[in-house]
Structure formats: C-alpha cells, structure tokens
C-alpha cells in the first residue's frame, strides 16, 4: 500500500510530454486529427452555402439541421458497431458513404434543387459523419487503462478538438467567401477521405474487439445487461442533456457570427470571430489540462457551465466587431472546462465495454444541440436580425445548467468503491511504471 501512495503522489500531475511518449500514440494522432478536421467544418460549410444558394439563413440553419439530427442519432450505433466489430470496420465504409453523400448534397445545392432534396441529401451526411474523436479516446483509453494519464488524455483530446475548431471554421469561411460558396464543403469531404482511411489502417493501436470484454472481466464490475447501452448509465444521459448546451453555443454562434457580419456588411470577418471564439475554447482546454485541480469534477462541471451561462448571456446586447470578438473570446473560455471535465467523467462512470459509444452519445448531443441551434437562430435571424440569434446560446446553456444542478448525483462514480474492494487500484502504480 505504501507503493501505491507514492507512486501516486510522484504522478499526481502527469504532463503532455508524458503522455505523448506513449508508445504507438503518434501513429493514430496525426491522421486522427487530419480526419476529425472535417466535423467542425461540415456545419458552417452547409450554412454558407446554402444561403448563398437560397438566399435564406433559415434554409440554411434547417439543412444542416437535418445533418445534425441525422449524425446525432446514428453516431452512438457507429460507437457501438465500433466497439462490437472495431475501428477499421466501420470508419472504411463510413468515410465512402459520407464523401459521396457531400457530393451529392452540394451538387443539388447548386443547381438550386428544392429544399426537400436537400433534406434528404443531408440524412445520410450527417449519419455517416466519421466518430474519429471518440475513436481516438478510445485508442487512449485501450492504451491508458487504469493510469493517471486517462485525465491528461481527456484534456489532450478536447485541445485537440478545439484547435479543430479554430481551424475548421475559419478555413471554411475561407473557402467559402474567397474561392468558391461549394469549396468548403468540397474541402470537407477530401478530409474526410483521405484521413479517414489514413486513421483506419492504423490497426496496431486500434482496440482489439475483445478489449472491453476483457476489461470487463478483469475488473469484474459490470453485468452483461450494463453492455447493451452506455445510455442506459443515468450519468451518461445527464452529460448528454448537458453537451446539447454545448451544441448550442457552437450552432448559435456560427449562425449569428455568419448573420452578424452580413448585416454590417463586412462577411470576412466572421471567420475571425468565429476564430476568436474557437481560440478561447482551445486555450482555455490547454490551462484546464496542465492545473493540478483541488476541486472535484461535479463541481467543476457545474461551476464551468454557470460561467458558461452568464458570458452567453452578454451575446445578444453587442453590436461591435471588437467587443463581440472580445466576449466571443471569453465565451470559448468557459467552453473548454464543461468540455473536458464531461469527458473525463465518462471513465468513471462507463464500463470499457460501451466507452465508444459513451464518446458518441456525448459528441452526438453536441451534434444535435448545434442542429437545433442554427435552426431556431437562423429563424430568429431572417426575422429580428443577428442580435436575436444570440439568445440561443443562452436558452441553451441556462437549460443545461438547471439539469446538472437538477440531477448531479447521477455523476457519482457508483463503482468506485467496488473497484477497490477487488483490487483494480493496485493496477495503477503497474500502469504507470
């Protein structure tokens, strides 16, 4: 036991350059990045495009509202096809599927084909959306089991998916208003091809199809019915309801940014804002990830999202492009804390078995709370300008806020105790050494 305690005092902060040595990690982190890239483009992509080709945000936020829907409710069966079959099984098909489904929806936009079309060309977009995030979390977690770098990892990886949206947003704006309304959505499904089958044929790190099985058994601490879903957890549907406020926040911003710089008449600017808001959110995620917290996780999610709710609530009454890079800054700061600390949270609360499609549930709420967001903001915009949109990230996050405060037993991690009882803990100095 005296072992244990120092070994856990001696690692009570593992750093980045500690965990970026683990062995394999840069084989799936550079292709994994090149092929998330296009998640953060696909939605402001949509939106450029079909406004310009329609005329109307509110067209344009209901599209990609359909394509958020669509991802948020056939990521999780993706997660848990990954988990079943593995990684490379489902990401190769899914990846072909995805890069002809933007084909298809960008080709009816421009030959102004009608809106239902475009509907029915944004389902399979949005369903075979490639769950690269979570795919890598659950490379680290196969990698990481039972060591103190599984925070690090989390915080590693909400960086990761931040920067994506620092460069997503602005290299699709680019795109969009430099080259071409289609070429941002063009762009996307190149990403998407050539990274996802770069990312798919790295099987060495992949989970083998019987890790979570045998962690399972290892650890002895999940039933076979706790297997089926990660939903069926009551801390799983708690993240869920709160990472739709996240959602929220992205969708309202992108639509309002976009809506905003229209209106003063400077629409290159809204890559920057967006940019901004993005920045704060990376940022913010790289400092969360190197302090050594006193403070518990369920505190921190709440705190994060209270800050979260009160910057939101600020958007609406701005009419400067300085000031509203300034609060969308800030903004993005409050982002990254609630980000990363949900994630975390799910290692405690989900068995091995179903962590894939946990990652997935919680990445599809943030799907589905952005497809919402652009639609109602994008209706609010058409109909009382820009400055009405921005009420959607406040709707949001005052929502999620109430839950969590609501329901924050359910963040307990139930098998904590359990898990000492048998021994696991003592996997830990092992681990590590």
């Given amino acids: 036991m005296a072992s244990t305690v120092t070994t856990s005092d001696a690692v009570k902060r593992p750093g980045y350059g500690q965990l970026l040595r683990t062995p394999g990690a840069w ?111 659950a490379r680290w977690a196969a990698r990481l089991e039972g060591s103190p770098l599984m925070s690090t990892a989390a915080a590693f990886e909400s960086v990761t998916d931040e920067f994506t949206f620092v460069v997503g947003p602005v290299l699709a704006t680019a795109l969009c208003t430099g080259v071409h309304p289609a070429a941002g959505l063009i762009a996307e499904a190149s990403l998407t091809l050539a990274g996802g089958l770069l990312f798919a044929a790295q099987r060495r790190t992949q989970p083998p199809h019987g890790f979570a099985a045998a962690g399972d058994a290892e650890g002895g601490t999940h039933a ?30 992108q639509v309002s940014l976009t809506a905003f710089t229209e209106e003063i008449g400077n629409p290159g600017a809204n890559g920057l804002l967006y940019g901004l808001f993005a920045a704060g959110n990376m940022l913010a995620g790289i400092a969360v990830g190197a302090i050594a917290w006193k403070i518990g996780p369920r505190r921190r999610l709440i705190a ?27 903004v993005g700061l409050c982002i990254a804390p609630a980000l990363i600390t949900g994630y975390t949270l799910v290692e405690t609360l989900v068995p091995a078995s179903a962590r894939t499609e946990a990652f997935t549930w919680l990445t599809g709420a943030v799907a589905l709370g952005q497809a ?62």
């Avoid at 072909?96 to 977009?125: E, G, I, Q, R, Y």
């Avoid at 903001?377 to 839950?403: I, K, N, Q």
């Fill in 27 to 137: 084989s799936f982190l550079l292709p994994g990045f090149a092929a998330r890239q296009p998640f953060a483009m696909l939605t402001i992509g949509i939106v450029l495009l079909v406004q310009h080709t329609t005329g109307s945000y509110g067209s344009a936020g209901a599209v990609a509202a359909f394509t958020g829907v669509s991802m948020a409710l056939f990521a999780p069966q993706s997660g848990k096809l990954a988990d079943r079959f593995g990684q490379r099984a489902v990401l190769v098909p899914g990846v072909v599927v995805h890069t002809a489904s933007v084909t298809a929806l960008t080709a009816l936009a421009l030959a102004d084909a009608p809106l239902w079309a475009l509907f029915a060309a944004a389902v399979p977009t949005g369903a075979s959306v490639p769950q690269v995030g979570p795919m890598v979390r």
């Fill in 304 to 330: 994060g999202y209270a800050a979260l709710t009160v910057a939101a609530s600020l958007l609406w009454s701005v009419h400067s492009v300085v000031l509203l890079g300034a609060l969308g800054l800030v």
């Fill in 224 to 253: 076979r019915g706790e297997r089926a879903s990660a939903l069926s957890i009551p801390g799983v549907r708690v993240l869920a309801v709160a990472f739709l406020g996240i959602g929220s926040v992205f969708g309202g911003m």
């Fill in 372 to 433: 919402a967001a652009v639609t109602v903001a994008g209706r609010l915009a058409d109909g009382y300008g820009a400055s009405a949109g921005f009420l959607v990230p406040l709707g949001g996050t005052a929502l999620a806020l109430v839950t969590l405060v609501a329901l924050r037993s359910h963040l307990a991690p139930r098998t904590a105790a359990r898990t000492v009882a048998r021994g696991v803990g003592h996997r830990v100095p092992v681990t590590v050494d």
